[in-house]
């Protein structure tokens, strides 16, 4: 553990040196997403690879920036691309950016992704608020010794999505007409996509929405103290009575397709953040 906080400081230093400013928000972007945080004002970007100690993303769609500039006025410190556990990196090593955005000061995490929707009220293309999850990946970041400057041994977990960036979120999507749920998502390890029985199983304990990302991440945030708003873009139906093959393609498309809409609401969170959780 004391390896991985060293590693988390150092790439922190590294960040710090070309950032003008503490950023107090962090973007997480996921497959096909990028173009969510092009708002993004006076930009310094660094790909991953240049960081020490950071993983480098191998999906596609994944940029590999790191992204530091200002959005409707505010310092706002943005991932293009993630990293995942399937890829073969730690769960540890999948949240170092979390812990480097903690350590930079940031106090609020949006992190958004692609996801297969479950729900068969929901259609591709619509985004859904993440109100809670289920954590199916078998692992999680916090397992090993606790550094206890950075959060509690047993970080509770029972409003893990702050109900004011939600409401934001919400109402962000009625401003600008895009369609809004909200719902349960369930994140796996992946890399295979579930199989009809694994859906039917899902909806029966309660998810929404399914995925391999966010919770390792949205973990480690909880232990930082970091106030959550997760996001997750529908790029498929899996209903296990209609199935119908899912192809990277067309999830990267219905994910670019959507990317503007996410923006929008991204931005009207962060201009209405200051009076939301600070």
Not at 115 to 120: A, R, V
Request: proline share 6%.
């Amino acid at each position: 553990m004391e390896s991985f906080k060293n590693k988390a400081l150092e790439a922190t230093e590294f960040i710090r040196a070309k950032i003008s400013a503490r950023p107090d928000i962090g973007l997480l972007v996921g497959t096909g997403l990028g173009a969510s945080v092009e708002s993004l004002e006076e930009v310094m970007s660094v790909d991953y690879g240049d960081i020490p100690h950071f993983p480098v993303s191998t999906v596609v769609s994944h940029q590999g920036r790191l992204l530091f500039g200002n959005m409707k006025g505010k310092p706002v410190l943005a991932m293009q691309g993630r990293f995942h556990y399937y890829e073969g990196y730690s769960v540890k090593e999948v949240t170092l950016p979390v812990r480097v955005m903690q350590l930079l000061g940031v106090k609020t995490l949006i992190v958004s992704n692609a996801s297969g929707g479950i729900n068969p009220l929901f259609c591709a293309g619509d985004i859904m608020v993440i109100t809670d999850h289920i954590n199916l990946t078998g692992s999680n970041p916090l397992i090993g010794p606790n550094v206890e400057e950075w959060g509690p041994r047993f970080p509770d977990m029972m409003q893990v999505y702050d109900p004011k960036l939600i409401a934001i979120a919400e109402n962000a999507g009625l401003e600008n007409r895009i369609r809004v749920q909200k719902g349960v998502y369930v994140g796996l390890a992946g890399p295979s996509l579930e199989t009809r029985a694994e859906i039917r199983f899902l909806k029966t304990i309660g998810a929404d929405a399914v995925g391999l990302s966010t919770i390792p991440e949205v973990i480690a945030a909880v232990h930082g103290g970091m106030a959550i708003l997760g996001l997750s873009v529908i790029t498929n139906m899996n209903l296990p009575d209609n199935p119908r093959p899912c192809r990277i393609d067309e999830v990267i498309a219905t994910a670019e397709a959507t990317a503007p809409r996410l923006k929008a609401i991204i931005e009207k969170v962060v201009e209405e953040l200051p009076n939301a959780v600070h």
